[in-house]
């Protein structure tokens, strides 16, 4: 299994312009969630995602729209970008939507100028 | 919401040396897990451990659910437990995998 994948690694962005940051897992896994991490500031939740057609909003969810049309992937779209929005950005899964371990992708840095 | 705090913020050990890196959280929870995130950004899971006690090596891991904080011990420690270790909790009354996170501490273990 490649587990959870991101791309891009990288990404430099004009205030302004969208783009979709891709997420995938190969685990079969239910639940699925996009986090931002800031110095200092650990990780925060933006969206989630319990299943297939079923999303909901996290800590932070202004400036980002998702959806999940399969259970593999969970796209997260910048809709205009904004130099708040540089940052590191996780893609995480869990099988079911009980407590269970939560595996994290390798990140996308995202710079806004 | 629920607040989680981590302490010590920052630890520098000799290797061999050993650690206790505690996570207190204000609410009760039904979700706490600890993570590792390496020097290269990568985020590892190390244990999932709402209440008790568990062990993976040279690391083991208590939460006091009762009593709201968790402790990750680490002995012997090596140059590359180096990084930033974080406590995430999930509470009752919302999606259980909503993880709210702390904000770290970041070991450095020198040769």
């Known amino acids: 299994n490649a587990g959870v994948t991101q791309t891009p690694k990288f990404q430099v962005l004009k205030t302004g312009q969208s783009m979709t940051l891709q997420c995938a897992q190969d685990?079969?896994?239910?639940?699925m969630s996009w986090y931002r991490q800031d110095p200092g500031m650990g990780l925060r939740l933006i969206h989630y995602?319990?299943?297939?057609?079923?999303?909901d909003q996290g800590e932070v969810p202004n400036g980002y729209n998702v959806s999940r049309s399969t259970t593999e992937d969970f796209p997260l779209r910048l809709l205009s970008a904004a130099p708040s929005q540089t940052s590191v950005y996780f893609c995480?899964?869990?099988?079911?939507?009980?407590?269970?371990?939560?595996?994290f992708g390798p990140g996308t840095r995202l710079t806004v100028t | 919401g629920i607040q989680v705090e981590q302490s010590p913020p920052d630890l520098i050990l000799q290797e061999g040396a050993n650690s206790t890196l505690r996570c207190n959280f204000s609410?009760?929870?039904?979700?706490l897990q600890w993570f590792h995130q390496n020097p290269w950004g990568q985020l590892i899971n190390l244990f999932y451990?709402?209440?008790g006690t568990k062990q993976n090596g040279r690391l083991s891991a208590t939460t006091v659910a009762t009593e709201r904080y968790s402790l990750l011990y680490i002995s012997s420690s090596q140059t590359t437990d180096s990084g930033v270790y974080f406590c995430?909790?999930?509470?009752?009354?919302?999606?259980?995998?909503?993880?709210?996170f702390g904000t770290g501490t970041l070991l450095a273990v020198q040769p």
């Open positions: 995480a899964s869990t099988a079911g939507t009980g407590g269970r371990e939560q595996y």
């Open positions: 995602s319990v299943g297939a057609g079923i999303t």
């Open positions: 451990i709402p209440s």
């Open positions: 995430a909790v999930g509470t009752y009354g919302g999606a259980t995998n909503k993880l709210i």
């Open positions: 609410d009760s929870v039904n979700n």
């Open positions: 685990m079969n896994h239910e639940y």
